[in-house]
C-alpha cells in the first residue's frame, strides 16, 4: 500500500541533543513537507522540497535542518539550537495534480 | 503574512449537525481544503472546494465559501460519535495549489452520545 512512514512514533531526548525523524514515502511524490504541530497552533511548516537536492525553509526552520538525497526520504533533524523542541513532527507529500497533501502518523518528540 | 482563523471548541449531540467555521486573508487560493486529525495520528483529507464554487456537497459533508467575507465553513450532517476529532481549514500560501498549506489552529469537535 502507498503511504508515508514516519519513525519513530515516540521519541525522548535529553536537552542539547540532536534528534533526526525519518520520513519515506512511496507515491513517487515529487514534493515533501515538515509540519510542526503545537496544541491550540495548527501545523507551521517547518522545511520543504520540491525535488531531490533541493529544499527551502518554511516559517519556523531556525534549529532544524533537513536533506533530500532520494525521492523517497526526507528526514528532518532537530538540533540542539532549537529553543522549544517538544512537539509533534508531521511529515507530508504532496500529489502535484490537486496540491492534496497526504501526511504521515507523525511523531511525537520530548525533550526531557 | 496569510492568516486562517478558526474557533478551538465545537460540542454537539450525536445526530445533530455541526458547522465549524474558518475565515482566511489570502484570496488569491485555487483551493481550500478542510482536514481531519483523529488522535495521536497524521491529518487527512476531508474534502476541498475550488476558490470558484459557492458550495460543495459530498455525502454527509457540505462545504460554504463566502469569497466576499473570506469565509469557509464545514458542514457535517446526522453527527457521529467517530467525527470527534480535529478539523483544520487550510489555504495554499501564495495561492497556489501545491503544498505550502497555512493551517488555522484547528476545531476540536466533540460528539456527545
Known amino acids: 500500500d502507498g503511504g508515508i512512514t514516519q519513525s519513530p512514533k515516540y521519541l525522548f531526548r535529553k536537552e542539547g541533543q540532536n534528534v533526526t525523524l525519518s520520513c519515506e514515502q512511496n507515491?513517487?511524490?515529487?514534493?515533501m513537507y515538515w509540519y510542526r504541530q503545537d496544541p491550540g497552533q495548527g501545523l507551521r511548516l517547518i522545511y520543504y522540497?520540491?525535488?531531490?537536492?533541493?529544499?527551502q525553509k518554511g516559517d519556523i526552520a531556525e534549529g532544524y535542518s533537513v536533506s533530500r538525497e532520494k525521492k523517497e526520504s526526507f528526514p528532518l533533524t532537530v538540533t540542539s539550537a532549537q529553543k522549544n523542541p517538544t512537539a509533534f513532527y508531521l511529515c507530508?507529500?504532496?500529489?502535484?495534480?490537486?496540491?492534496?497533501?497526504?501526511f504521515g502518523e507523525g511523531s511525537r518528540l520530548t525533550v526531557l | 503574512g496569510e492568516d486562517v482563523e478558526q474557533s478551538l471548541f465545537l460540542s454537539v449531540r450525536e445526530g445533530d449537525s455541526s458547522v465549524i467555521n474558518c475565515t482566511y486573508t489570502?484570496?488569491?487560493?485555487?483551493?481550500l481544503y478542510w482536514y481531519k486529525q483523529e488522535p495521536g495520528a497524521g491529518l487527512q483529507l476531508l474534502t476541498y472546494?475550488?476558490?470558484?464554487?459557492d458550495m460543495k456537497q459530498d455525502q454527509r459533508l457540505t462545504v460554504l465559501l463566502n469569497k466576499k467575507d473570506k469565509h469557509l465553513s464545514l458542514r457535517i450532517a446526522d453527527t457521529q460519535t467517530g467525527d470527534s476529532a480535529i478539523y483544520f481549514c487550510?489555504?495554499?500560501?501564495?495561492?497556489?495549489?501545491?503544498?505550502?498549506?497555512?493551517f488555522g489552529q484547528g476545531t476540536i469537535l466533540t460528539v456527545h452520545p
Open positions: 507530508a507529500s504532496t500529489d502535484r495534480n490537486t496540491g492534496e497533501l497526504f
Open positions: 472546494i475550488f476558490s470558484n464554487m
Open positions: 489570502d484570496s488569491s487560493s485555487t483551493y
Open positions: 507515491l513517487n511524490h515529487d514534493a
Open positions: 487550510a489555504d495554499p500560501q501564495g495561492g497556489t495549489s501545491y503544498g505550502k498549506l497555512t
Open positions: 522540497s520540491q525535488i531531490v537536492n533541493d529544499f
